[in-house]
């Protein structure tokens, strides 16, 4: 190396100097090239989102760094997972060399989910280790999970009460360096009920809501180290920080859906065409799409369809009501395309169907749905497959275009009513199988000109809102939060002959 080194002039204590730095893989000293413009990254989780950032703005916007000695955070081009452009942060064992970026969240955030790609490229000294996220109450660390340096493996590290730490090991395998990882974790600071749950790779690692904690609120969640001399080198990539002042946000959370699934969000737009075939049209996450995808074909017999991730695996799934009465649960594969066909129901022909987690408890999502004498019943979904014995829920149902929604954001899902004379109607839920005892609002008029409408998540940043197909075939999206109306998009057209998937 150093007579390759002594070929462009770089001798002595240069030479020996950046030999140092391409060992521990420092960053390169050289400006990012980013591309700015890029849609900033979306997910499925519950609440608002505080802040995402795929650093193509070449910026740290959204974060706050903090840096000390020989400790940097920067926008680097040297690795990205999407796009050309990541956040670096370096730390070495130097004395008050420290790099950290943290993200401030709002005031009495009870939930927060925090979903980010990492590359770990230099691993620090053994017994110490390189944090992925961090979660604050504070000055208090409730919890975070970090690779550990001495053996490579992912753990769990939660502040007890007393102020002790609690460790569990997550993974017992080493953890690649200079690969991305795909990282996600929920924090909902509830005291002794304190709840986490950990993704890692597209896989649920950990899940409890009996972590013993004295937090019971959040305010920030931190990547890199808080600590001097904490060495490692990390590119950090496509960051989402949610937060919600809820303790219970629905739907319970998945594991992150897989982007190279067929359904990739629950942004997405499915649709059978009139030739059977079924597209899968990309939310952007800023309001508009990516080219469309054919995912299926032979759906001609399909009376509805509805995407749901029915078993919770980070998959989105589809349920098919058929022409013929059939129900049939087609499982997402990760890669693309669905498992074989599984009946879950027959004689549906008359049933009017929603599908969504109805009930706060409810691991998996279940169908509510009204049958030819207009009674509602709820089909619970025990097993993530099957359904369990129906319980009513009301009567006097019939006629009603039903949507199963969290309109006005309390934790639990609702329905959105669509009547005969245009009003649509909210029927708030407890979140327990039982409508709240009230006189019903009329959220909206004029909504007999709507012949399809479904529940979406992250159509634009952050948002909540259903995407509905007007009588002349346009497409438009109505934004909502906290039951309260944004305004309508038109976000396509000519969508008359096709059958939506709700």
């Known amino acids: 190396m150093i007579k390759q080194l002594s070929r462009f002039g770089v001798v002595g204590v240069t030479a020996v100097s950046l030999i140092w730095a391409l060992a521990v893989g420092a960053a390169p000293a050289q400006a990012a090239t980013c591309q700015p413009g890029t849609p900033a990254p979306a997910d499925t989780y519950p609440g608002t989102a505080v802040m995402a950032n795929n650093l193509e703005s070449g910026t740290l916007a959204g974060f706050t760094p903090t840096t000390g000695g020989t400790g940097t955070a920067t926008v680097s081009s040297a690795q990205s997972h999407s796009g050309t452009c990541a956040a670096f942060l370096h730390a070495t064992t130097d004395a008050g060399s420290v790099a950290k970026l943290s993200v401030p969240l709002p005031a009495a955030t009870a939930t927060a989910y925090a979903d980010g790609w990492f590359n770990i490229t230099q691993a620090g000294v053994a017994g110490n280790d390189v944090p992925y996220f961090r979660f604050f109450s504070g000055s208090l660390r409730v919890a975070d999970i970090y690779r550990y340096n001495s ?6 590290r939660v502040t007890s009460p007393t102020g002790s730490f609690v460790y569990t090991r997550l993974i017992p395998s080493s953890i690649t360096l200079s690969a991305w990882h795909h990282v996600a974790m929920r924090v909902t600071a509830n005291g002794l009920g304190t709840e986490v749950q950990v993704w890692f790779d597209e896989t649920s690692v950990y899940s409890s809501n009996q972590v013993a904690s004295a937090a019971t609120t959040l305010n920030a969640v931190q990547v890199g180290a808080e600590h001097f001399q904490q060495m490692g080198d990390s590119y950090i990539d496509d960051v989402i920080i949610n937060a919600s002042d809820q303790t219970n946000p629905t739907p319970p959370a998945p594991p992150p859906p897989s982007t190279s699934s067929s359904i990739r969000s629950a942004a997405d737009v499915v649709a059978a065409g009139p030739d059977g ?3 899968d049209y990309p939310a952007t996450g800023q309001g508009g799409f990516h080219p469309r995808q054919k995912i299926g074909i032979g759906w001609s017999g399909l009376a509805k369809g509805f995407v749901a991730d029915w078993n919770s695996d ?4 589809v349920i098919a009501q058929w022409k013929d009465g059939r129900l049939s649960f087609y499982p997402g594969k990760p890669g693309g395309g669905f498992a074989a066909a599984q009946a879950i129901g027959t004689g549906w022909g008359s049933y009017h169907i929603t599908v969504g987690h109805w ?10 749905a009204y049958d030819a004498a207009g009674t509602l019943w709820y089909y619970g979904n025990n097993a993530g497959s099957s359904l369990s014995p129906r319980i009513k829920t009301g009567v006097g149902w019939g006629g009603l275009y039903l949507t199963m929604t969290d309109f006005d954001q309390d934790g639990a899902q609702d329905l959105l009513a669509k009547r005969s ?3 649509l109607v909210l029927y ?3 979140g327990t199988g039982g409508f709240v005892s009230e006189a019903r609002r009329t959220a909206g008029a004029g909504w007999n000109s709507i012949n399809s409408i479904t529940s979406v998540a992250g159509f634009t940043t952050g948002s909540s809102g259903l995407m509905t197909r007007l009588s002349d075939g346009r497409l438009a999206h109505y934004p909502f939060s ?9 976000v396509g057209t000519g969508w008359s002959s096709y059958n939506i998937f709700r």
């Open 421 to 423: 004379d245009g009003r």
């Open 359 to 368: 009930r706060k408890t409810d691991q998996y999502p279940g169908i509510l």
């Open 151 to 156: 053996n490579g493996q992912l753990w769990l």
């Open 482 to 490: 906290k039951g309260i109306w944004g305004a309508r998009t038109i």
């Open 428 to 430: 708030r839920s407890t």
């Open 314 to 317: 980070g998959v989105f799934d």
């Open 277 to 279: 075939a079924l597209w």
